[in-house]
């Protein structure tokens, strides 16, 4: 029951951080830049913010551990549904933008080859940082002095203090709870998801052909529709799922325009 009440926590912590990110930091941005493209600025921004989600996933469970003392296996399993949540929020994210770009370049058939290249630049990139956050949680739970540096951050410490202040506010508390129930249930659905896949894959079955997604039969029908995108993407290439988030993510909404232009 511990395991399932921190899982809670942390999607209250995730709904209610990228809430704030957007308005402290998006919002200003194409306020301030007018929706220029800046990729080195773009990619710090996103280091921070894949970063911080890290510490406060980490932040998130050590305080329920040392507010609940629970046993040592639960510790454990604390610690670990906590790196499988961000491992599976991250990797959401990641795939959804590679999804996107794909169904950009198949419906978009004159999408120069430059833009294809930069924007491919740009998904190794997050990736990178994907893997370099949870990495970074992982030491937080293997290195409890590092743990520790990392908590006392002052921006980590700020926002834990802003999320928790949020949440415990009289009517918002019932619409992030309700907004949390839904994505916990989520993370549970895309981690059957992930789990079937990974026994799909040790069987030797091909994902493509369980893919039921109804918008990649819809990119599959413009590929038929539009041969020139048929050289967009390799064909050995995977297809991705897309993944649904519970907010508009406008820091996607702001990266889809700038391509566009």
């Known amino acids: 029951m511990g395991v399932i009440e921190n899982i809670f926590y942390l999607s209250i912590v995730y709904i209610v951080f990228n809430v704030i990110w957007v308005l402290i930091v998006q919002l200003p941005k194409m306020i301030f830049t007018g929706g220029s493209n800046n990729s080195t600025f773009d990619h710090v921004i996103k280091a921070i913010r894949y970063l911080l989600l890290s510490t406060l996933t980490y932040s998130t469970c050590y305080e329920y551990i040392s507010d609940k003392s629970p046993n040592y296996q639960s510790i454990i399993l604390i610690y670990l549904t906590g790196g499988i949540i961000l491992s599976l929020y991250l990797a959401g994210k990641l795939n959804k933008k590679q999804s996107l770009f794909k169904m950009a370049a198949t419906v978009t058939s004159n999408l120069k080859f430059g833009r294809k290249k930069s924007f491919q630049k740009q998904l190794n990139y997050e990736g990178h940082i994907v893997g ?23 921006l980590n410490i700020w926002f834990l203090k802003t999320i928790d202040g949020l949440y415990n506010a009289p009517i918002l508390k019932w619409i992030i709870g309700f907004a949390g129930t839904i994505f916990m249930l989520s993370m549970f659905q895309r981690g059957i998801t992930t789990i079937q896949q990974l026994i799909g894959k040790i069987k030797g079955e091909n994902p493509n052909d369980k893919n039921d997604n109804p918008l990649n039969k819809i990119m599959d029908e413009f590929e038929k529709m539009n041969p020139n995108s ?15 988030d519970l907010y508009v993510d406008f820091e996607e909404m702001e990266d889809d325009e700038k391509e566009e232009k």
Request: with cysteine; charged share 30%.
């Open 230 to 244: 048929s050289n967009s993407f390799k064909k050995e290439e995977k297809k991705v799922d897309i993944e649904d």
């Open 132 to 154: 370099v956050s949870i990495v970074i949680y992982a030491a937080c739970v293997g290195i409890p002095i590092f743990g520790d540096f990392m908590i006392e951050n002052p």
